[in-house]
């Protein structure tokens, strides 16, 4: 069986495909850098990642997918889910063989599980588009920390980026331990202290001490409002959480407590 060890990015993927197109010899696995092979796996090729080989693919990919075939495809990177990557090789060689244009066929499974997949991550960024919170800092900073299933921050930034373009904000991946840091139309990456990180594991926000003055106040006020509109006899615990799931509510600072 061979597998195929690639630098783990959309471009190593990419000049995996160029490797497997020169060779004449397409993989069965594919296999991060420092990833153990299973005991299935035979001969093993390293992927050199180079700026030409993924250029020339993704030049391939660009005649043959639309744009929104494009975004598609890139969706499914972001998803992180396992096999995803594999799914999306195999994805990449179907359009590239094709004669005709393939991307709208739901009746080919590749072209079906690759719908699938990205519209699960882009139901995730819509999702975290209304539930992302931000806090004021004491330093006039904006923060907001999600941890997503999906590798979807970079998809957030383009729209609190014009909803709030003069203000400094930063949105967080616990998940990942990433963050992009916003001010002036600019982006930058951004890391957090250790004792940040162990307060929002265990919290889901920022230390009061960390928070502009009138913060917690504030706070308070919308989980007073928050409790007030419910009407508990009208409670569906089922609805809310097929709407709004589990694994975002520590996050909402309106509802600290759970629903």
Not at 11 to 21: K, M, N
Not at 115 to 122: G, M, Q
Not at 154 to 175: G, M, T, V
């Amino acid at each position: 069986m061979l597998a195929f060890r690639y630098p783990r990015t959309f471009e190593g993927l990419l000049s995996a495909v160029f490797d497997a197109y020169k060779l004449r010899s397409f993989p069965e696995m594919l296999l991060e850098e420092g990833e153990i092979a299973p005991l299935t796996a035979g001969a093993c090729h390293r992927v050199e990642h180079t700026a030409e080989k993924s250029g020339r693919v993704f030049a391939a990919l660009q005649k043959k997918l639309s744009r929104q075939g494009l975004q598609k495809a890139m969706l499914v990177w972001l998803s992180e889910e396992a096999g995803s990557d594999f799914l999306l090789f195999s994805y990449i060689r179907r359009i590239i063989d094709a004669a005709q244009l393939l991307e709208l066929d739901l009746t080919d499974p590749l072209v079906l599980d690759v719908n699938l997949l990205a519209r699960k991550v882009a139901c995730e960024r819509s999702k975290l588009l209304g539930f992302v919170r931000f806090q004021k800092t004491a330093e006039g900073v904006y923060f907001a920390v999600i941890a997503p299933r999906h590798n979807v921050l970079s998809l957030l930034l383009a729209h609190f980026a014009d909803r709030f373009a003069a203000e400094r904000w930063l949105i967080y991946d616990l998940k990942r331990r990433c963050g992009v840091f916003h001010q002036a139309g600019r982006f930058h990456s951004a890391e957090l202290d250790a004792p940040a990180l162990r307060e929002l594991e265990k919290s889901g926000r920022l230390p009061v001490g960390r928070l502009a003055a009138d913060e917690a106040l504030l706070q308070e006020v919308w989980r007073s409002y928050f409790k007030s509109i419910a009407i508990q006899e009208r409670r569906n615990p089922e609805l809310q959480r097929r709407l709004m799931p589990r694994r975002y509510w520590k996050y909402l600072t309106e509802a600290p407590n759970g629903f």
